[in-house]
C-alpha cells in the first residue's frame, strides 16, 4: 500500500508532535513535547527488556555463544543511554570522562552529530556545549552594565537598588 499521497490534516503534524506538556514530580515541573516523552518511554522500555536479556545471559553464563551475546547486550545497553543523554544535550563521552572543555577533533565531531540530531528531529533552540559561555563573572556584569543605554542603565539600576 502506498501511503505517500496520505496527507494530514494542515498543521497536525507541527501541533502535535512538538506540543509540551506538564509533568510535576515534587518540587520540579518538567515539559517535555511529545516526541521526547515517547523516545524517553520507548528507550526505557528498550532498557528494562535489554536488562531482562543480559539477566538471563549472566545467569547462564558459559563461554559460547553467550559471551558473545553478552558483549552484544552490553552495546545495546551503551546505545540506549546513550539516546537518553543526546536527548539531554551530552554524550555519554563528556559525561564519565568529565570534560568541561573537550579537545577540539572531539568537540568537533560531538557538535557535527548534535547539529545532524537536531536537523533530524527539527529542534533549533540548543547551544552546542562548545560554543556555549561559562558563567558570567563580576567583570562581565560590570563590562556589560556601562555599554547600555542609558535608559536600560536606569532599568537596571531600579531592579538592583529598589527593594
Known amino acids: 500500500m502506498d501511503v505517500s499521497n496520505l496527507k494530514l490534516p ?13 509533568f510535576n514530580v515534587g518540587k520540579f515541573v518538567i515539559n517535555p513535547t511529545y516526541w ?8 526505557i522500555f528498550l532498557l528494562i527488556f535489554t536488562l531482562a536479556r543480559v539477566r ?6 558459559s563461554l559460547g555463544k553467550a559471551s558473545m551475546a553478552m558483549f552484544f547486550w552490553g ?6 543511554l546513550e539516546g537518553f543523554f543526546i536527548l539531554s544535550g551530552r554524550t555519554i563521552l563528556t559525561e564519565v570522562l568529565g570534560w568541561k572543555n573537550a579537545p577540539k577533533p572531539i568537540s568537533v565531531a560531538l557538535d ?9 528531529l527539527g529542534k533549533q533552540d540548543e547551544i552546542p556545549s562548545s560554543e556555549a559561555k561559562s558563567l ?3 567583570q562581565d556584569v560590570i563590562l556589560d552594565y556601562q555599554v547600555l543605554p542609558q535608559s536600560q542603565m ?5 531592579f538592583v537598588c529598589k527593594p
Open 10 to 22: 494542515d498543521g497536525i503534524e507541527s501541533s502535535v508532535i512538538n506540543k509540551t506538556f506538564d
Open 36 to 43: 521526547q516523552a515517547g523516545t524517553i518511554l520507548f528507550l
Open 56 to 61: 538471563f545471559l549472566y545467569i547462564h553464563w
Open 75 to 80: 552495546f545495546v545497553i551503551t546505545l540506549i
Open 112 to 120: 557535527a552529530g548534535r547539529n545532524r540530531l537536531r536537523n533530524v
Open 136 to 138: 558570567p563573572t563580576s
Open 154 to 158: 536606569e532599568e537596571v539600576k531600579d
